[in-house]
């Protein structure tokens, strides 16, 4: 049988093929796919984590007990798990354990580039690289084979590309999953003191060299010999376009990344005139050939930035091609439509609030970051998952100064139980004088709406306990918590005031779920209209950066015989879509001459 499936589908099939027994992971584009495609196979154990490092201790475990597990994130969920990961090598496995790394070139859904092809090199694990549906599917039921032959921890790395392009895939037969014998005591092994840690790393080297010589004979890695002016060292989605630029050209495909076949790739580099590395974001393969001894030509004439595609490979190695070519223009313009908070976010309020106050703001990753952008232009910092509250207790550390005023970290709910919650103990502990807010909207909404240990939900939806903020910030020693509506604009800036001018740490809760989150949110009993008798045309309403909100431009009144208008009116209105509008009346409330009211059409 075969399907359509994209490759974070793909990846999924494969775990179920493989006999996965527990999937653990994050959200985080462009991952987030393959757990949620894992919930339709009810045989596997799968966990959304509070954080990535949390996800694959506890893989580590399963794969202790003889399980085979996976454990999926996006890239830089890679930095938050690297502390296990550099160990896990040491102690290796019992049943199969596989790290899926998501990369994201270009950025399109995250805060840096990195090419985490160098996390196996230092972590000294094999990688795979697939490059559509088939081998995204099949080279995870390689990496748990891999895993176990050489008793390691295997990565395997897709792309944005991969992970949400579709190609037909052919099915296999799912494999029965083994019954875990349990974990079996070994200390020497499994317990990482620095006696038993020099034994193990030289294992680690061993096993290196064992990697590299199996690497030489290991099908998935492939010389397809064309014409020999032109030979092409390439993986993953990268591959593609080279063959569809170059379908003559002679190609050595390395489905594992890591470690490099030295013996395959000298021999192909000895039979073709010219050689080129085609490889997205670092110089990785590129600078391992030419350690060899090997001339090739790679980030010389092909982007270090950004995604690849067939033009950007045609440009660079022959750019006399596309010299006078000229690209298709549209036959329209296209309307600029950058990211904006959802009409009826509940954030809104809170952020409009802070550009009211002009408080300096330290962010962090979410929906909410997206509040940096005018007209709320009131987030001033966004580094990683959980960094805002280290910040801001870091610049009041360093300012000492009552005088420049208070900083205020705001952070998300599933962020907080990620990577905030030893941030906020720090600021208490260390006695900061922060104000601190929490936005909890009841979802993981920047990745499509995932459960977390906020939500009262498991993954697969089963009722489970659910952290009370309150609570838990008092149990952390912070003796001043409130919670606040955040619709409710005129009490939550008094409230934000009065935590923003206390000489001591301060949390925040801002409770209302977000719009999208169904089993939460209760829909507004009306939408909003503007009187077009009343509007000033003061353009107050459109600082609340509503996607609802529009404006529209009026002519010029006519003259009347004595040459006075008839009737002075602004230069323009604010506009409502009735379609766009959920009724959260934060316009409403900000509008100084009572034009924003219910709708009279309901």
């Known amino acids: 049988m075969k399907q359509m499936l994209s490759g974070n589908e793909g990846i999924a099939r494969g775990a179920y093929e493989a006999g996965v027994t527990v999937a653990t992971g994050y959200p985080g584009t462009p991952s987030t796919e393959i757990m949620e495609s894992l919930l339709q196979f009810k045989n596997i154990a799968i966990e959304w984590c509070p954080n990535e490092k949390v996800a694959l201790e506890v893989g580590s475990g399963a794969s202790l007990a003889g399980a085979r597990a996976l454990v999926v994130m996006k890239h830089v969920g890679v930095n938050v798990a690297a502390d296990p990961l550099l160990t896990l090598p040491y102690i290796g496995v019992n049943g199969g354990l596989v790290l899926i790394t998501a990369d994201d070139p270009n950025m399109y859904s995250s805060q840096n580039e990195q090419d985490n092809r160098n996390y196996a090199r230092f972590a000294k694990v094999p990688m795979l690289e697939p490059s559509d549906s088939q081998e995204a599917k099949d080279f995870v039921k390689i990496a748990f084979k891999l895993s176990e032959r050489f008793d390691t921890l295997t990565m395997l790395r897709t792309t944005t590309r991969i992970s949400h392009s579709g190609t037909i895939v052919k099915m296999g037969r799912p494999q029965k999953p083994c019954k875990p014998s349990g974990p079996v005591k070994n200390p020497q092994k499994y317990v990482m003191v620095p006696v038993n840690a020099r034994e193990r790393h030289r294992l680690v080297e061993k096993r290196m060299k064992e990697l590299t010589a199996f690497a030489e004979k290991f099908p998935i890695n492939r010389i397809e010999w064309g014409k020999k002016d032109i030979g092409i060292i390439t993986s993953g989605a990268c591959y593609h376009y080279s063959r569809e630029v170059f379908p003559e050209a002679s190609y050595l495909k390395l489905g594992m990344v890591y470690p490099l076949p030295v013996e395959m790739i000298k021999q192909f580099a000895s039979k073709v005139k010219k050689v080129y590395v085609v490889e997205e974001l670092d110089a990785f393969l590129e600078e391992q050939i030419k350690g060899l001894g090997i001339d090739v030509t790679g980030k010389e004439i092909l982007p270090v930035l950004g995604e690849f595609d067939p033009g950007v490979v045609e440009e660079g190695i022959k750019p006399k091609r596309i010299k006078n070519r000229k690209p298709a223009q549209p036959t329209e313009s296209i309307p600029a439509r950058p990211p904006n908070l959802c009409p009826g976010c509940p954030h809104r309020g809170i952020f409009y609030i802070f550009n009211k106050l002009k408080v300096f703001v330290a962010g962090d990753i979410g929906c909410y970051t997206l509040a940096y952008m005018p007209p709320l232009s009131s987030l001033d910092t966004c580094v990683c998952m959980g960094a805002g509250i280290g910040q801001a207790h870091g610049i009041e550390q360093a300012i000492h100064d009552d005088a420049l005023g208070k900083v205020v970290a705001v952070i998300g709910d599933s962020t907080f139980f990620h990577s905030g919650i030893t941030s906020l103990l720090n600021t208490s502990y260390?006695?900061?004088?922060?104000?601190?807010?929490?936005?909890?909207?009841?979802?993981?909404?920047?990745?499509?709406?995932?459960?977390?240990?906020?939500?009262?939900?498991?993954?697969?939806?089963?009722?489970?306990h659910m952290v009370d903020y309150y609570q838990l910030c008092q149990a952390l020693g912070i003796k001043n918590v409130r919670k606040v509506d955040p619709y409710a604009i005129e009490e939550t800036l008094k409230i934000i005031k009065e935590e923003v001018?206390?000489?001591?740490?301060?949390v925040i809760i801002s409770e209302a779920p977000c719009i999208l989150n169904r089993k939460e949110f209760s829909p507004f009993p009306s939408r909003y209209e503007i009187l077009e008798e009343e509007c000033t045309g003061c353009k107050k309403c459109l600082k609340v950066g509503c996607p609802a909100i529009g404006w529209e431009k009026l002519t010029p009144p006519a003259k009347n015989g004595k040459g006075n208008d008839k009737k002075k009116r602004p230069p323009g209105l604010a506009v409502i879509d009735p379609l766009l509008c959920f009724g959260c009346s934060i316009c409403s409330q900000v509008c100084d001459a009572g034009a924003i009211k219910e709708s009279r059409t309901g």
């Open 430 to 464: 260390n006695k900061s004088k922060s104000t601190i807010i929490i936005l909890d909207n009841r979802f993981t909404a920047m990745t499509g709406g995932q459960e977390h240990p906020g939500t009262g939900f498991t993954m697969r939806g089963e009722e489970t």
């Open 501 to 506: 001018n206390r000489p001591e740490l301060s």
